[in-house]
């Protein structure tokens, strides 16, 4: 006979698993599907909100690359994926979130580089795309640690 020692599963990975799942893909995921089935409307909105025309914005999108295209799915569906799998107990939950940060990270390098043509200024996507990564490093931090305690298996 075989034991095997079940750990119990703390309060606060359901917790961080909830809040994880309602953040990237309440977040994220509802933001990646709007920008992939934008309106005129949504891109008026996103132009007000950083100074430029909606069609500025919407020309701008339509210009990203496959590969800033392929890493902006990566970095949010590879987040949802982690959250999931957090809640599942996964230890496969990490590696999610480390190839959700590397996505993450991919389209940041490639929107400074290049930039919306006449945004007003660069500081919402600062403190943006720095709450999102530490978040998303946060989220792979945790995972981690989880694994380490052997509560993801």
Same mark, same amino acid.
């Given at each position: 006979?075989?034991?095997?020692?079940?750990?119990?599963?703390?309060?606060?990975?359901? !917790?961080?698993?909830?809040?994880?799942?309602?953040?990237? +893909?309440?977040? /994220?995921?509802?933001? &990646? @599907?709007?920008?992939?089935? #934008?309106?005129?409307? &949504?891109? +008026?909105?996103?132009?007000?909100?950083?100074?430029?025309?909606?069609?500025?914005?919407?020309?701008?999108?339509?210009?990203?690359?496959?590969?800033?295209?392929?890493?902006?799915?990566?970095?949010?569906?590879?987040?949802?994926?982690?959250?999931? @799998?957090?809640?599942?107990?996964?230890?496969? #939950?990490?590696?999610?979130?480390? @190839?959700?940060?590397? /996505?993450?990270?991919?389209?940041?390098?490639?929107?400074? !580089?290049?930039? !919306?043509?006449?945004?007003?200024?660069?500081?919402?996507?600062?403190?943006?795309?720095?709450?999102?990564?530490?978040? !998303?490093? @946060?989220?792979? &931090? &945790?995972?981690?640690?989880?694994?380490?305690?052997?509560?993801?298996?």
């Amino acid at each position: 006979m075989t034991d095997t020692i079940e750990t119990k599963t703390p309060m606060h990975l359901w !917790i961080v698993g909830v809040l994880s799942l309602l953040w990237n +893909a309440g977040g /994220g995921g509802q933001n &990646y @599907l709007a920008v992939k089935s #934008a309106t005129p409307e &949504y891109y +008026a909105q996103q132009g007000e909100a950083i100074g430029v025309s909606g069609d500025v914005v919407r020309a701008y999108m339509e210009s990203y690359p496959l590969w800033a295209n392929i890493a902006f799915g990566i970095g949010v569906w590879c987040a949802v994926l982690g959250s999931i @799998l957090l809640l599942f107990r996964s230890r496969f #939950a990490a590696p999610a979130f480390a @190839l959700s940060l590397a /996505g993450f990270l991919a389209g940041v390098i490639y929107q400074t !580089i290049n930039p !919306i043509p006449g945004m007003d200024s660069m500081t919402l996507y600062w403190v943006m795309n720095t709450v999102i990564g530490l978040s !998303i490093a @946060l989220f792979w &931090y &945790y995972a981690r640690r989880m694994t380490v305690a052997g509560v993801l298996r």
